[in-house]
């Protein structure tokens, strides 16, 4: 094979093509059944071939680590010990010609409209059932059909978007598989594959003229707008997600982010007066579309599922009175019902008057006669799944069970034979994937997307491939696969115009911060500080462990023995190192790596993650670089040995985020609850450490070496030197880190700013201020009216002992009455929704 030069390449690599083999009897997209490398896969081929596989599984790992550090995971849960599954993604793309997709394009668009006909119709005038096109038990039966929403119409398409899963058999011959219409997932993963993609081989994907695939999202955003209800001038337009642990919550952030809509939950929205309503701060805000990413029978716990804590209340009547729109409506769940495939062709010709272009895969519906018969005929052979995608479906594959399984199987259908399909296995066509030695075979599947545009709909140009090694049968979910993206290559150079509208758009409101979203941002910024602050102050506490160890120096041991305990008050994490059988080593591990253990730089870095994901679409994408390395960071704490060079790296990540939040947020009131957080919690850990280190007298050695390690975990240190250049005073380290206003890290520059961010949020209003500025007031007069030198005089108690009980008293105060803003801040901003309780307890939240 003749090799180009390309740039991208180095010099000698080993080339990838020459051990290439495609399966024998199954269509490959690289090469023919003769081993030619296909047309439109020869200009890639070549420079595949000459980058080798060392090169190509570099840039693999590469991707790995942009997708990590972007945060993109496949399911998130609370107690695991990362945000998801790692999305895999490998860089070698899946290729289509113009003109394939051209014919695959058109298919998928005739498929969309067939779809959107038959939901109108079963929600409307039921024509199919009536004249037994489609079987009334099929769909009537279907937990996905929701009677409560029959009749709803809104403006545009009812399938508003929409997923087709798709793929070539071992002839080379194209069937759709299913079809998403209930809320359509794998998009916004499309899209980062893409992203990533396009960074790990630039001139690759430059040369190759790809399709872009913001029009497919520009097409979104106007799909939800002529969605809205035709009162709505214009109109308002939010994500609805089932929160920060879904399986596909990064997809509902970037979205969000993405389109630029907020991102909310069920308890951000409120029905009132027939209409729905986003908690935002301080006021309602009205909401006219709703891009819904929860299962219908969720979105509504007074008319559908009882028992669920992710909707709305009201939501079917809003939706019924025309006030609101959901994308897509309510039901459209019921076409994801795998029988529907068997009926589709009939379906064509009634309603379009056309053949359906692209076939299903052959199905049987065992709640037809000959249908079933077949099926439990030919058990062995077919893949048999339960009709219905919610929680206890079943895929079974007939010819993996034994004879006694496929005894219980055939019993089961025949008690409920409605409920239940058989599909042909189809042998995949194969694609090329990186293995840890080559370029191999893959077997394939591709998810494309639809969105409604006008009367019709348009296609991503491209979509979400998956692959699973050949021997190793397909994986539908994408936890377990492996994902790449898909290149439709341009005939010629395409219009490069981005996301945004060309030319002059409708305006929409400007986006409100939804109360829940600032309360997470309020959050963001308090376990920010507090992770830093307990991530310096371990730090201070081993290096003073390793500079003095044993009893060699009495002033050393025992500024060390006061600053263990000291990190035990602080972190609240009692009795630890006041109890004097401690292992120290091991107590100072759990007090770095103990997730499950309140007050732990494990534990607060968790937290601020928690409170980091439900607000993607708030901040800057950068922020989600510097997350992927707190995740790491965070996996690796535990290992003694390297738990100083990761406390570290954590530290360097936590300023690191504290400057993009501080140099990329634009000041809005998101920014505002951000940085209350910091401030309150700053101050809060400053007075805490204070308190637990200098208000008892010690001998002065001992004193000296425990205030210059305050000033170093306050980072204030070289301030304080370059100040003064004899030993640590405690009056003027107190001056510094208490009252000075110019130093960023002292209690009075806390108070500063944070009585700015609480006018801001405060908003127009009259001569009074609100509570939280009375307090932070109150606050600001406490910690300057005091003369600090008389407040830390030494008082010596009866039994010799030397204590500070004023200030003590002094920094116990400051504290309360920055918790007591903290307090008042909450009571006035985020939202309390009493406690929730289903209508019907019997049912439990599945």
Not at 254 to 279: F, I, K, N, Q
Not at 441 to 457: E, K, N, Q
Request: glycine share 8%; aromatic share 4%.
């Amino acid at each position: 094979m003749t090799v180009a030069s390309d740039p991208e390449a180095p010099t000698r690599s080993p080339r990838l093509l020459d051990g290439y083999r495609a399966l024998p009897g199954v269509h490959d997209e690289l090469v023919d059944g003769d081993g030619r490398v296909r047309e439109q896969w020869a200009r890639l081929g070549r420079v595949l071939d000459e980058m080798g596989h060392a090169e190509l599984h570099r840039r693999r790992g590469e991707a790995a680590r942009l997708l990590a550090d972007d945060g993109v995971a496949y399911r998130v849960g609370p107690d695991s010990a990362a945000p998801g599954v790692a999305w895999r993604l490998d860089p070698v793309p899946v290729l289509l010609g113009s003109a394939e997709w051209a014919e695959v394009e058109g298919a998928l668009v005739q498929r969309a409209e067939l779809l959107n006909l038959v939901l109108a119709d079963l929600y409307g005038p039921r024509t199919l059932l009536r004249r037994r096109l489609v079987p009334p038990e099929m769909v009537l039966a279907h937990p996905g059909f929701v009677r409560e929403v029959d009749g709803v119409r809104s403006p545009g398409a009812m399938l508003v978007t929409l997923a087709v899963d798709l793929a070539r058999d071992a002839a080379g011959r194209r069937w759709a598989l299913a079809d998403r219409t209930q809320t359509p997932a794998g998009a916004g993963y499309a899209l980062a594959n893409r992203v990533v993609v396009s960074k790990v081989l630039p001139s690759m994907f430059r040369d190759a003229q790809v399709h872009r695939l913001a029009p497919f999202f520009r097409g979104l955003r106007s799909a939800l707008q002529a969605a809205a209800p035709t009162a709505a001038g214009d109109p308002r337009i939010v994500v609805l997600t089932p929160g920060p642990w879904s399986e596909t919550a990064f997809e509902h952030g970037s979205l969000a982010s993405y389109l630029g809509y907020p991102l909310v939950e069920g308890a951000d929205l409120t029905v009132r007066d027939g209409h729905l309503w986003m908690r935002s701060l301080e006021r309602l805000e009205r909401v006219d579309v709703v891009l819904r990413r929860v299962d219908s029978s969720f979105c509504d716990p007074l008319e559908l599922r009882s028992e669920s804590l992710l909707g709305v209340p009201g939501l079917v009547e809003a939706s019924r009175l025309g006030t609101v729109s959901l994308a897509n409506t309510l039901g459209s769940g019921v076409l994801e019902n795998p029988a529907l495939l068997a009926v589709l062709p009939r379906l064509a010709e009634a309603l379009l008057g056309q053949e359906l272009r692209m076939p299903s895969v052959p199905t049987w519906w065992c709640g037809d006669d000959l249908g079933r018969r077949h099926v439990l005929a030919h058990l062995d052979e077919l893949v048999v799944k339960s009709t219905t995608r919610e929680r206890g479906a079943t895929t079974l594959l007939g010819w993996k069970l034994t004879a006694a399984q496929r005894e219980q199987l055939r019993a089961r259908i025949e008690a409920a034979p409605h409920g239940w399909v058989g599909q042909e296995r189809l042998d995949l066509a194969t694609v090329p994937a990186l293995t840890g030695t080559a370029l191999a075979p893959h077997r394939a599947a591709l998810r494309a997307f639809l969105v409604a545009r006008g009367d019709s709909y348009a296609a991503m140009p491209g979509g979400l491939a998956r692959v699973t090694p050949p021997g190793g049968g397909f994986v539908a979910s994408p936890a377990g696969a492996v994902s790449k993206d898909v290149w439709v290559v341009a005939s010629e150079p395409e219009d490069p115009g981005g996301f945004w509208l060309q030319g002059p758009g409708p305006d929409v409101p400007d986006a409100a911060l939804p109360a829940r979203a600032a309360e997470n941002l309020y959050w963001l910024g308090r376990y920010l500080e507090r992770a830093e602050a307990t991530a310096r102050l371990l730090q201070v506490v081993r290096d003073r462990r390793n500079a003095f160890p044993g009893d060699l120096s009495p002033a050393g041991a025992g500024a060390v023995g006061a600053l263990l305990r000291a990190l035990t008050d602080v972190t609240d994490t009692r009795p630890g190192f006041h109890d004097d059988g401690v292992d120290v080593g091991a107590e100072l591990s759990a007090i770095t790596a103990d997730a499950t253990r309140p007050g732990t730089l494990a534990f607060a870095l968790r937290r601020l993650r928690d409170a980091a994901y439900p607000v993607r679409d708030q901040l800057s994408g950068d922020t989600w670089l510097v997350m992927g390395a707190l995740e790491r960071d965070l996996a690796e704490l535990g290992d003694t040995a390297r738990d100083a060079g990761t406390i570290a790296r954590v530290l360097t990540s936590l300023l690191a985020l504290g400057g993009l939040a501080a140099d990329s947020m634009v000041r809005d009131q998101g920014w505002r609850f951000l940085d209350a957080g910091r401030r309150v919690e700053r101050a809060v850990q400053l007075c805490a450490l204070l308190e637990a280190t200098v208000t008892r007298r010690r001998d002065d050695a001992t004193d000296s070496l425990l205030l210059e390690s305050v000033l170093t975990a306050a980072e204030s240190i070289i301030t304080y030197r370059r100040r003064h250049r004899s030993h640590a005073d405690l009056a003027t380290v107190l001056e510094l880190l208490l009252l000075d206003p110019a130093n960023p890290r002292s209690v009075g520059y806390q108070l500063d700013r944070l009585a700015e961010d609480v006018a801001a949020l405060a908003g127009p209003r009259g001569l009074a201020p609100t509570a939280p500025e009375r307090i932070v007031l109150e606050a600001t007069s406490a910690l300057r009216v005091p003369d600090l030198a008389a407040t830390a005089r030494t008082v010596t108690g009866t039994d010799g002992s030397a204590d500070r009980a004023e200030l003590a008293a002094f920094l116990v105060r400051i504290v309360d009455l920055l918790h007591r803003v903290s307090d008042a801040v909450e009571a006035a901003h985020f939202t309390r929704l009493p406690p929730q309780h289903p209508l019907n307890p019997g049912l439990r939240l599945v």
